[in-house]
């Protein structure tokens, strides 16, 4: 008779193997508790894709390519207020009121830069000054030259001087036979605020070249020319007391009131 195989030792080794597997999964799953459930967070809305920090701010216009750049120039080009020097400007008229030129002055690195153009003048040299007082009457008359424009008064002179040590001293002014005339140059005899103290200041052309009080000593003339009260047959040397007034530059031919801008 045919008789079963005896398996009883396998099946217990069987059942207590698994019940071994049984006994390690309860503990790792006591060990590794499920996480807790976690709130909603917002969701980020920055351009990136996220909220911009503190640092991110910007301030200036946008861009070419559609964000705003940092601390971008003004796209207009324009300086801000009191960015620039003082400057100043006058028109230049003749005694019949004509237009004959302009005058301007700005303040550039503390020295003034000045810059002149002419136009229907004699042709030459003509002596160009500023004078201490912004009036241009054509009807006032010089009591020395018979020349228009006296009001403007004599060289401006912020200090006590000489012809041509005066504040408004220039050099002379070159005009071609067309009758059109430029110049520019620097100057630290002022500030251009200076100029527009409550007298203000007119810009005057001369009929003549102005000579700057150059008089070599071999040209003498009588005492009496350079001081008033002299011996009248005493002889002297130098500029006289009309050359130290103005440098021989004649009558005024044109006057332009500055005024500042």
């Known amino acids: 008779m045919h008789r079963t195989p005896h398996r009883t030792p396998?099946?217990?080794?069987?059942?207590?193997l698994g019940a071994g597997a049984l006994a390690a999964g309860g503990a790792s799953a006591e060990a590794s508790p499920e996480p807790p459930d976690l709130p909603d967070l917002p969701v980020p809305?920055?351009?990136?894709?996220?909220?911009?920090?503190p640092d991110d701010t910007v301030d200036g216009p946008p861009g070419p390519t559609g964000t705003a750049e940092q601390g971008s120039p003004d796209p207009t080009g324009t300086a801000s207020p009191g960015a620039g020097?003082?400057?100043g400007r006058a028109d230049v008229k003749d005694a019949d009121g004509r237009s004959v030129g302009t005058f301007s002055v700005e303040e550039e690195d503390?020295?003034?830069?000045?810059?002149?153009?002419?136009?229907g003048l004699p042709d030459g040299f003509h002596g160009f000054h500023l004078h201490g007082k912004g009036v241009c009457s054509a009807e006032s008359t010089d009591p020395v030259t018979g020349g228009p424009f006296s009001s403007a008064g004599t060289?401006?002179?912020?200090?006590?001087?000489?012809?041509?040590?005066?504040?408004?001293?220039?050099?002379?002014?070159?005009?071609?036979?067309?009758?059109?005339?430029?110049?520019?140059?620097?100057?630290d005899r002022f500030q251009v605020r200076q100029l527009f103290d409550g007298d203000g200041t007119a810009v005057i052309i001369h009929?003549?070249?102005d000579n700057q009080a150059n008089i070599p000593d071999r040209y003498s003339h009588p005492e009496a020319t350079a001081s008033p009260g002299a011996d009248a047959g005493a002889m002297t040397k130098g500029p006289d007391a009309v050359t130290?007034?103005?440098?021989?530059?004649?009558?005024?031919?044109?006057?332009?009131?500055?005024?500042?801008?």
Not at 155 to 182: I, N, Y
Request: net charge negative.
């Open 207 to 209: 009929a003549q070249p």
């Open 244 to 261: 130290r007034r103005g440098g021989d530059s004649g009558q005024h031919i044109a006057c332009g009131v500055l005024t500042e801008r």
């Open 10 to 16: 396998h099946l217990l080794l069987a059942a207590v």
């Open 45 to 53: 809305t920055g351009p990136t894709g996220r909220d911009p920090a």
């Open 155 to 187: 060289h401006l002179s912020l200090e006590e001087a000489s012809h041509p040590d005066h504040t408004g001293d220039m050099p002379d002014l070159l005009v071609g036979r067309d009758g059109t005339g430029a110049a520019s140059f620097v100057t």
């Open 85 to 87: 020097g003082a400057s």
């Open 110 to 119: 503390g020295r003034s830069v000045v810059t002149v153009t002419v136009k």
